[in-house]
Antibody, heavy 119, light 106 residues
Framework: QITLKESGPTLVKPTQTLTLTCSFS??????????VGWIRQPPGKALEWLAL???????RYSPSLNNRLTITKDTSKNQVVLTMANMDPVDTATYYC???????????WGQGTLVTVSS | DIQMTQSPSTLSASVGDRVTITCRAS??????LAWYQQKPGKAPKLLIY???SLESGVPSRFSGSGSGTEFTLTISSLQPDDFASYYC????????FGQGTKVEIK
C-alpha cells in the first residue's frame, strides 16, 4: 500500500525559504517509472502543480515558479524535499505531495500540510 | 505549457440529477486526462484516468469521455456523497489542473 506524508513548518516569514519533506512508503523512487510530485492549494482556491521528480533524477518545474523551486530525492530514506525560496503571503497554501506512477498519474496523495506566510 | 479550462466553476444540482462538467485543453493532450474529487479539508481523490478509465473502487455512476482537447466528467445520478469539488488534470506534459468545479446542493 502506498502512503505519503508531508512535513515542514506551519509558519514562515516573508522572504524566507520554505523546506517541505514528503516521506513515503509502498514504492521506491529508484524503480523505473516512479515519481513524486508537489501540488499546492491556497485556501478556497484551485490546485496548482509545482514540481515533479522522477526515478532517474529528472526534474520538472512549474514555469511560473521555476526560479524559486528546487526538488530533490533521498532514495535511501524514501523522501522527497521541496524548497521554495523568497516566500510571500500569497504562497500561503496547503502543500501536497503525490505519487506519480509509470503512466504519469497522480494516484496517491498525502494528507497535505498548511503553510502560512506571515510576519 | 498546457492550460486547462474547466466549466462551470459552480454547479447547483439535486440528488438524482445527471451532472456534466467540461474541461478543455489549450492543445491536444490525446487521452492523458484525469479527474479528481476533493472534499473540504481532504486531499484530492483520483476518479478517472486516461480520460475514461474508472479508478478501482470508484462507483460506476462516474464516467469520463473525450480526447484531444475536449473532455467531460459525468455523474449519472448524483448522490449525497458526491457534493464536492472536481478537478481535471492533464498529464500529457508535466501536470496542469483545471480551476475546479464545485457541485453544490440545489
Amino acid at each position: 500500500q502506498i502512503t505519503l506524508k508531508e512535513s515542514g513548518p506551519t509558519l514562515v516569514k516573508p522572504t524566507q525559504t520554505l523546506t517541505l519533506t514528503c516521506s513515503f512508503s509502498g514504492f521506491s523512487l529508484s524503480s523505473n517509472g516512479e515519481g513524486v510530485g508537489w501540488i499546492r492549494q491556497p485556501p478556497g482556491k484551485a490546485l496548482e502543480w509545482l514540481a515533479l521528480i522522477y526515478w532517474d533524477d529528472d526534474k520538472r518545474y512549474s514555469p511560473s515558479l521555476n526560479n524559486r523551486l528546487t526538488i530533490t530525492k533521498d532514495t535511501s530514506k524514501n523522501q522527497v524535499v521541496l524548497t521554495m525560496a523568497n516566500m510571500d503571503p500569497v504562497d500561503t497554501a496547503t502543500y501536497y505531495c503525490a505519487h506519480r506512477d509509470a503512466n504519469n498519474r497522480g494516484d496517491y496523495w498525502g494528507q497535505g500540510t498548511l503553510v502560512t506566510v506571515s510576519s | 505549457d498546457i492550460q486547462m479550462t474547466q466549466s462551470p466553476s459552480t454547479l447547483s444540482a439535486s440528488v438524482g440529477d445527471r451532472v456534466t462538467i467540461t474541461c478543455r485543453a489549450s492543445q491536444s493532450i490525446s487521452s492523458w486526462l484525469a479527474w479528481y474529487q476533493q472534499k473540504p479539508g481532504k486531499a484530492p481523490k483520483l476518479l478517472i484516468y486516461l480520460a475514461s478509465s474508472l479508478e478501482s473502487g470508484v462507483p460506476s455512476r462516474f464516467s469520463g469521455s473525450g480526447s484531444g482537447t475536449e473532455f467531460t466528467l459525468t455523474i449519472s445520478s448524483l448522490q449525497p456523497d458526491d457534493f464536492a469539488s472536481y478537478y481535471c488534470q492533464q498529464y500529457y506534459s508535466r501536470w496542469t489542473f483545471g480551476q475546479g468545479t464545485k457541485v453544490e446542493i440545489k
